[in-house]
């Protein structure tokens, strides 16, 4: 069964310094992984994904992500950091072996606060 | 493009009832899921449908249902309403296999 951990519950960080979120994950066969960001009271509004091919993705709003294989992770990341990036971050994992099934597994989450 | 449109935006339901959610994908995406997200659980898989037809479902009881109509528009139904039914209730439409799936606005339900 597909699972992803995000282990941590909150990341502080100040304004202009780079940010890391963290996840891993567990799948049977290739994951297909993404990331997502919720605002209050909103919906989840997708960042970036890894299908295949180069392990660093690049997404939306300045956002990057590195899989790592070996580690199986999967770790978000922005050099700079903005205020505006405070919010709820999810990352998720769909199983490559089922192809056609939308099915998305999800971490718990992590908040992102980001101090002026 | 317009995005996924979920309504309605809120729902306050009394238990026992039953409650229908819609939602408009993004026009040309033929693949809805539906995720239930709670304080407690997270977000949790509902169900998906591809062409009418669904393809997935999550571990949830009999009370909640589905369908996708010709349109790629899709509902969902939960009978009997419970407390615990309280949630942010997410649609999500995905263009085809292998792409990302771009999510609504919620349906926010509270049960009393």
């Known amino acids: 069964a597909q699972s992803v951990a995000q282990p941590e519950d909150q990341v502080n960080v100040a304004e202009g310094n780079p940010l890391t979120v963290k996840c891993t994950y567990s799948v049977s066969g290739n994951p297909y992984l993404f990331w997502y960001v919720q605002y209050p009271n909103r919906g989840l509004q997708f960042l970036l994904k890894y299908i295949t091919g180069d392990n660093l993705v690049k997404g939306s709003y300045g956002f990057e992500a590195e899989f790592n294989k070996s580690q199986t992770s999967f770790h978000l990341k922005k050099p700079s950091a903005l205020v505006s990036d405070s919010a709820l971050y999810f990352c998720a994992v769909r199983d490559g072996v089922n192809t056609g099934f939308q099915k998305l597994v999800f971490g718990t989450g992590t908040r992102l606060l980001v101090s002026p | 493009k317009a995005g996924v449109t979920q309504t309605p935006r809120y729902l306050i339901k009394t238990r026992g009832q039953q409650v229908t959610l819609s939602c408009s994908p993004i026009?040309?995406?033929?693949?809805v899921s539906w995720y239930q997200q709670t304080p407690g659980q997270g977000l949790q898989f509902l169900f998906e449908?591809?062409?009418?037809?669904?393809?997935n479902k999550g571990n949830f009881p009999g009370r909640f249902s589905g369908r996708q109509f010709s349109n790629s528009r899709s509902e969902m139904n939960v009978s009997t309403l419970e407390l615990g039914d309280s949630a942010l209730y997410l649609c999500?439409?995905?263009?085809?296999?292998?792409?990302?799936?771009?999510f609504g606005q919620g349906t926010r339900l509270t049960v009393v």
């Open positions: 026009s040309g995406h033929r693949s």
């Open positions: 449908y591809f062409s009418e037809t669904q393809r």
């Open positions: 999500a439409s995905s263009e085809r296999d292998n792409t990302e799936a771009f």
